[in-house]
């Protein structure tokens, strides 16, 4: 003879002794079956309580920091964009593009519970670092990047900015309630593994952009480079307008706040703007007053009618003017004419 107790959808079946009473041990596998959150021990369901807990937490500070992360990678990205990355063609729109999708992105991470916003962020900031790696290290739509501050810093809060959006996705993906309760034991299988596998991929990022950031050579315009000795200046054409050239084709250019004994481009700006090394010999078709000025460290820079002379990093090669008429570094430039 069998009875029956339970209510609702639970119901347990146990033998019967003789005389009705079902048998103790029986009895007390029941209580433990209805008594536990999904048919298991109370004590599983208290560990999954405080495996979500935690997950809770994680999610929540992945959250604020990867959306103040992203807030971040825009400002620098704008500031960029908007100090000469804005006349490169594709580089440019795509640093527009990133500013406009890391603010979104910043907003809906903070704003939203869903581990999908949260791994999108840590996929698109991934995708970020990896095209300033590439541009880095062998050029990216025929431009090639050079190491600045600014960029190193962007690269750095990419890489905290993925470590804070996986650690998010992952603790949303396991308490999806946010409110440190499991109802599908999601929790308890956030397992140690998941999280070094997320440990051992930011760790990853961080080299991989420690090893190119350290490949990339500070400048690489071909006019920063030399000894200081001569410097053949050339005339070409740039849309079509005739100006004055470097050995390789290159657009120069004077700035607006250089005087004839001074260059006051130095620093990040010159990273941007390399100056002409060398002493300057007119080539062919060039007419004017060659001279040279001495930069700070002493190096000597060649000068075109009392104009300090630089090339422009967005420019991809002959024909190219694009640093015509920019107002950057507290300046304007402009091509070198020739007369």
């Avoid at 994680?58 to 992360?69: N, T």
């Avoid at 190119?212 to 690489?220: E, M, R």
């Amino acid at each position: 003879m069998r009875f029956g107790c339970g209510s609702g959808a639970a119901r347990v079946l146990w033998p019967a002794e003789p005389g009705g009473k079902p048998t103790e041990p029986f009895a007390r596998k029941s209580l433990l079956m209805t008594d536990s959150p999904a048919g298991g021990s109370p004590a599983t369901g208290k560990e999954d309580g405080a495996a979500a807990t935690r997950a809770g937490v994680a999610a929540l500070a992945g959250r604020l920091a990867g959306g103040g992360l992203l807030a971040a990678s825009a400002a620098v990205h704008l500031d960029l964009y908007l100090t000469g990355y804005r006349s490169i063609p594709t580089i440019g729109a795509f640093f527009l593009f990133q500013v406009v999708a890391a603010l979104l992105l910043a907003v809906s991470v903070v704003a939203t519970r869903r581990w999908q916003v949260s791994a999108v962020g840590a996929g698109f900031v991934l995708a970020t670092l990896a095209g300033y790696l590439l541009s880095v290290t062998s050029g990216l739509f025929g431009f090639r990047e050079v190491r600045t501050t600014a960029g190193l810093a962007a690269g750095v809060v990419e890489v905290l900015a993925f470590c804070a959006l996986a650690a998010a996705a992952l603790g949303e993906w396991a308490d999806p309630g946010g409110k440190g309760t499991s109802r599908t034991s999601r929790a308890g299988r956030l397992s140690p593994l998941a999280l070094s596998g997320t440990a051992l991929c930011c760790l990853a990022a961080a080299a991989l952009f420690a090893a190119a950031a350290a490949a990339a050579t500070a400048t690489v315009a071909p006019s920063a480079r030399g000894d200081g000795g001569r410097v053949e200046l050339e005339v070409g054409l740039a849309s079509g307008t005739r100006v004055i050239t470097n050995p390789s084709g290159r657009t120069l250019y004077w700035f607006a706040l250089d005087s004839s004994s001074t260059s006051a481009c130095s620093g990040t700006c010159a990273t941007y703007w390399p100056p002409v090394l060398g002493r300057p010999v007119a080539g062919p078709g060039v007419r004017g007053r060659l001279g040279t000025i001495r930069r700070p460290g002493g190096r000597l820079q060649a000068t075109f009618d009392g104009h300090p002379l630089y090339t422009y990093i967005g420019d991809t090669g002959r024909g190219t003017a694009r640093g015509n008429g920019l107002d950057l570094n507290g300046g304007v430039w402009h091509e070198l004419l020739a007369g």
